[in-house]
């Protein structure tokens, strides 16, 4: 019977179903950070109970740490100090895997998870972060849990939930010049709402798909949630494989070659159906960037602020009001040109090494316009120690922008630092809900290119007509 590839890793990982329609399901690896690993680990304590496999289980610090140079465990957030020792001492205890500050290894969950080989084709992993499907870009069935389903998966290797439905999402062509997947993630929201993947398990296909470089799966995949997905994946391939290789927590000799043997097995069969199919053409993608309040209100850099009173829906007429009163946009203003006060690069999103180049390509020989406040954050020690030895940190600064250490940062203030008061930011995270990076702060959602080019130029742009991929370089 022909099966997709979310069935297969649903089924390879099946303990036993349940009476009540839920299943058991088997926990590869289990990844931690210092907001809610603490809580897990100090409650399996209390519990009298053990990690399981403490080799298969890994914690960092990215949350709630400050990214200024020079860091220490002392944070701009109250009691935030208590968080990051409580899981140290908790983390060491327990003899689980720890990236501490100071580790070249520290970083983002999501983007150290994939570099260190953590996450891999075909397992499963679950961390308590809503944006773990991101590790689907390597084909891994992950997804975001709490920190007592924290608890249980350390304590048993398995996890109680019901399956979800199964959604392909196939993007069809190529991608033109300067769209990224970033456009294309944003674009599939926006056509069909942050509620639209709500009970499905997303396979991303396509040409477009199979043309990008892992980085930028790990970026689709990301965003998964706010389209309100369970997990989303894209098959593994020969790219994925020769990704993986040599990384620190990868297979080895013989254990290697059965792995390879086993993920080049992971793809959809020829005939397996899915419960909902969407498919997007890719000539209709352009640069996005969001104008409201929630990862559904994008548009095309060509396009205008909408009208909300052209929406015959009522609620959602009144939300795109609320979101626009919230932003301080009229309807009808062209979205190329709008002022920004911000430009902030990092984040699970977009922080990789490919990011960083990208916009670094953007940047070099220009600077930030007159008083923006611009800010790049690596996603790990080691993406910034790469970054820095191929010259992208003197690219960054020269332009203007501050040089970060590694973490979460400013993709939302829960480290306590924050943007300023109903600032006006163009963020390569992948929230802009109302207060998300700061008081009052209205952000808009772009690819760390369009955030390059925004700073140089002092409003939201087309990076394409900087990069020249849009006609002559302006």
Known sequence: MASTIIDKLWNEHLVADQDDGSSIIY????????????VALKSLEAAGRKVRNPEQAFCTMDHIVDTFPGRSDKTTMPSGTDFIVATREAALAAGINLFDLGDKRQGIAHVISPEQGIALPGCTLVCPDSHTGTLGGLGALAWGIGSTEAEH??????????????????????????ITAKDMILK???????????????????????????????????????????????????????????????PEGDVWNKAVEYWRTLKTDDGATFDKEIVIDCDEIVPQVTWGTSPMHESGIDQVVPDPAQEAD?????????????????????LNGIPIEAAFIGSCTNSRLSDLRAAADI???????????????????????????????????????????????????????????????????????????GPRTRTHLASPTMVAAAAIKGHITDVRDIAGTNGEEK
């Open 188 to 250: 599939l929201i926006g056509e069909h709402t942050a509620s639209g993947g709500i009970g499905y398990a997303i396979e991303f296909a396509g040409e477009a798909v199979r043309n990008l470089e892992i980085e930028a799966r790990l970026t689709l995949c990301n965003m998964t949630v706010e389209f309100g997905a369970w997990s989303g994946l894209v098959a593994p391939d020969e790219k994925t494989i020769e990704y993986v290789k040599g990384r620190p927590f990868a």
């Open 363 to 437: 940047l070099k020989g220009r600077k930030v316009a007159d008083g923006i406040k611009a800010i790049c954050v690596p996603g790990s020690g080691l993406v910034k120690e790469a970054a820095e030895a191929e010259g992208l940190d003197k690219v960054f600064t020269d332009a203007g922008f501050e040089w970060r250490e590694s973490g979460c940062s400013m993709c939302f203030f829960a480290g306590g630092e924050s943007f300023g008061l109903e600032q006006r930011v163009i963020s390569s995270t992948n929230r802009n809900f109302e207060n998300r990076q």
């Open 27 to 38: 926990i590869d690896r289990v990844f931690l950070h210092e907001r809610t690993g603490s």
């Open 314 to 334: 009522e609620a959602k007429r009144t939300a795109i009001e609320k979101a626009l009163e919230y932003q301080d946009l009229k309807p009808g203003t062209p």
């Open 153 to 178: 998966a350390l304590a048993t290797k398995t996890l109680v939930i019901k399956k979800p439905k199964t959604m392909r999402v196939t993007f069809n062509g190529k991608l033109r010049p300067g």
